[in-house]
T-cell receptor, first 109, second 114 residues
Framework: EDQVTQSPEALRLQEGESSSLNCSYTVSGLRGLFWYRQDPGKGPEFLFTLYSAGEEKEKERLKATLTKKESFLHITAPKPEDSATYLCAFRRRDDKIIFGKGTRLHILP | DVKVTQSSRYLVKRTGEKVFLECVQDMDHENMFWYRQDPGLGLRLIYFSYDVKMKEKGDIPEGYSVSREKKERFSLILESASTNQTSMYLC?????????????FGSGTQLSVL
């Protein structure tokens, strides 16, 4: 069964303390791996799409990478405003977009 | 900016009531989706639509139906609300089927069924 697993479930970091969030997947014929950010009380907001192993995308303090088995969202020198839940998702063979359960990130000032 | 508007932010209903959740998008998007989000379960796809009057079942369609009479509007209907349908409901849209990974979400409707 195609699925994604995100770890850790929750992460607390000090401001400026870099770290990575993991999204491991077991998907036959991956047709895109996606990252979203969700703030409390809001819907998810699209961040990145990755299609092939070795691909990287960057936006401000965030960098997403993809291997054949997992994707990482690297956060460099985070700030309190980076606190959110980060979701990874993939396109299933039937074109449906399926989400992982997310990592709740909290950056302490 | 793309805007996806859900009609209610909070909703409280009684068991057995028929419930309508409305979603409107203003960017002429082809695709629209309904997800529910529960703690520990993440987002799960209920129904989606790639065109007016067209609908397809997601992974958890039981107890729900949808209506898409106009391109900009996608309604989720709970035929007879039950307590296990208490959840955050999120509507989303995307421009084309080929690029449907970039979903634009509304702010959600927190539904409580008592």
């Amino acid at each position: 069964e195609d699925q994604v697993t995100q770890s850790p479930e929750a992460l607390r970091l000090q401001e400026g303390e870099s770290s990575s969030l993991n999204c491991s997947y077991t998907v036959s014929g991956l047709r895109g791996l996606f990252w979203y950010r969700q703030d409390p009380g809001k819907g998810p907001e699209f961040l990145f799409t990755l299609y092939s192993a070795g691909e990287e995308k960057e936006k401000e303090r965030l960098k997403a990478t993809l291997t054949k088995k997992e994707s990482f969202l690297h956060i460099t020198a985070p700030k309190p405003e980076d606190s959110a839940t980060y979701l990874c998702a993939f396109r299933r063979r039937d074109d449906k977009i399926i989400f992982g359960k997310g990592t709740r990130l909290h950056i302490l000032p | 900016d793309v805007k996806v508007t859900q009609s209610s932010r909070y909703l409280v209903k009684r068991t057995g009531e028929k419930v309508f959740l409305e979603c409107v998008q203003d960017m002429d998007h082809e695709n629209m989706f309904w997800y529910r989000q529960d703690p520990g379960l993440g987002l799960r796809l209920i129904y989606f639509s790639y065109d007016v009057k067209m609908k397809e079942k997601g992974d958890i369609p039981e107890g729900y139906s949808v209506s898409r009479e106009k391109k900009e509007r996608f309604s989720l209907i709970l035929e007879s609300a039950s307590t296990n349908q208490t959840s955050m409901y999120l509507c989303a849209s995307s421009p084309l089927r080929a690029t449907n990974e970039k979903l634009f979400f509304g702010s959600g409707t927190q539904l409580s069924v008592l």
